[in-house]
Structures are given as structure tokens and as C-alpha cells.
């Protein structure tokens, strides 16, 4: 059954910790994003990775960092840098990097800091 | 400006009407278009591709009109299973593809 899972479901952060949010897809799709919702607020491009060992900043980086070992796989990480972490975050993939492409999401992490 | 904009409703319609949204967006040189459908503390997922002037599936209607830099959604006969939250998606090259999506807007269909 192919798809997207994003995990954990809800996770909580203290004060200058740093928590990462697990992305896996098995659609064997290239490209993967990763982005912010907050209420009354379109989704924020935050990173997004087009291959393997490659990844390019979005619109709202600071405080967060990624890699992208497998094509699986692509960890979000939200760093004690992030004054404002309290969100809906969304994995998305797709086939490829080009105008066409569709992206399909995973079913999100709600991060709470405590 | 915001780049794409979307009335956020909500929208309160009776089962069995037809509701329209448009969506606008500033950049010329987008080329491909989608809305999404998100329900409650969900995850966005497909509703439908918009490349050329338009495109139909079932209920749902999506027209793009780049003359006046907008695309809408109709859907007609209304279920109460139609509501949710409506994201239009607007992807660019400005240097670099990229995405933008609309902050969304609610619709709740009534018995």
C-alpha cells in the first residue's frame, strides 16, 4: 500500500530542545517538501529536497534542518532556534521537480511546545 | 498583496446547491494549477489539476481563467459530505519551481 507516514502523530517540545519529525514515502517519488500550517495561514514552504543528498531552503528555514540520505526518507528537525514551533507540519512528495509536478501529503505532525 | 488569495468564507449552503470559489493569483507566469481538499486537522488531498482552461470530475468543476489571473471551483449538488476546507495551489518558475498555496477556504454544507 503505497503512501506517505509521517511520525510521531503529536509530539511536544520543551524549551531548547530540539525534536525531529520522521517523513517516509514509498512511492519512489524524487522530491520531497516539507511545510508549516498555522491557522488562517496558507502552507509555508519551510525545505524541500529534489534527490538524494540534495536540499534547498524554502521560505522560513531558520530554525529548522533536514537531510535527505535515502530516497525515502526526509527528517525535518526543528531546532531550539525556532521561537515560534507551535504548528501543523506536512510532508508532501512528488514524482519530480518540474512545473506539472502534483504533490500528495502525508497525514502531518501537530507539534505543541510545552 | 498575497501572492494567492482565497476568500477564507465560510460558506454555509443547503444540501443539493451549487457553491463557487475563486481563487486569484498575482504572478503571470504561473503555469499549473490545484485545489486541494483539507478537512479537519487532515492532511490536504487532491481534488484536481488544472493545466489548460479547465478540467471537470463528477460534482466538481475547476475553471482557469489567466486573463484575469484566477481559477474557481464550482460544485454542484452539494453533499454534507463536501464540507471542508477548499486550498487552491498556484505553481510557478521564478527561477526555481515553487508552489504557493492559498490559506483556504471553508465551506459547510447543511440538511
Known amino acids: 500500500d503505497g503512501g506517505i507516514t509521517q511520525s510521531p502523530k503529536y509530539l511536544f517540545r520543551k524549551e531548547g530542545q530540539n525534536v525531529t519529525l520522521s517523513c517516509e514515502q514509498n512511492?519512489?517519488?524524487?522530491?520531497m517538501y516539507w511545510y508549516r500550517q498555522d491557522p488562517g495561514q496558507g502552507l509555508r514552504l519551510i525545505y524541500y529536497?529534489?534527490?538524494?543528498?540534495?536540499?534547498q531552503k524554502g521560505d522560513i528555514a531558520e530554525g529548522y534542518s533536514v537531510s535527505r540520505e535515502k530516497k525515502e526518507s526526509f527528517p525535518l528537525t526543528v531546532t531550539s532556534a525556532q521561537k515560534n514551533p507551535t504548528a501543523f507540519y506536512l510532508c508532501?512528495?512528488?514524482?519530480?521537480?518540474?512545473?506539472?509536478?502534483?504533490?500528495?501529503f502525508g497525514p502531518g505532525t501537530r507539534l505543541l511546545v510545552l | 498583496r498575497k501572492e494567492v488569495e482565497q476568500d477564507p468564507g465560510p460558506f454555509n449552503v443547503p444540501e443539493g446547491a451549487t457553491v463557487a470559489f475563486n481563487c486569484t493569483y498575482s504572478?503571470?507566469?504561473?503555469?499549473?494549477f490545484f485545489w486541494y481538499r483539507q478537512d479537519c486537522r487532515k492532511e490536504p488531498k487532491l481534488l484536481m489539476s488544472?493545466?489548460?482552461s479547465g478540467n471537470e470530475d463528477g460534482r466538481f468543476t475547476a475553471q482557469l481563467n489567466r486573463a484575469s489571473q484566477y481559477i474557481s471551483l464550482l460544485i454542484r449538488d452539494s453533499k454534507l459530505s463536501d464540507s471542508a476546507t477548499y486550498l487552491c495551489?498556484?505553481?510557478?518558475?521564478?527561477?526555481?519551481?515553487?508552489?504557493?498555496f492559498g490559506a483556504g477556504t471553508r465551506l459547510f454544507v447543511k440538511a
Open positions: 508532501a512528495s512528488s514524482v519530480g521537480h518540474t512545473i506539472q509536478e502534483t504533490q500528495y
Open positions: 504572478n503571470s507566469a504561473s503555469q499549473s
Open positions: 495551489a498556484v505553481r510557478t518558475n521564478t527561477g526555481g519551481f515553487k508552489t504557493i
Open positions: 512511492l519512489n517519488h524524487d522530491a
Open positions: 529536497s529534489q534527490i538524494v543528498n540534495d536540499f
Open positions: 488544472v493545466y489548460s
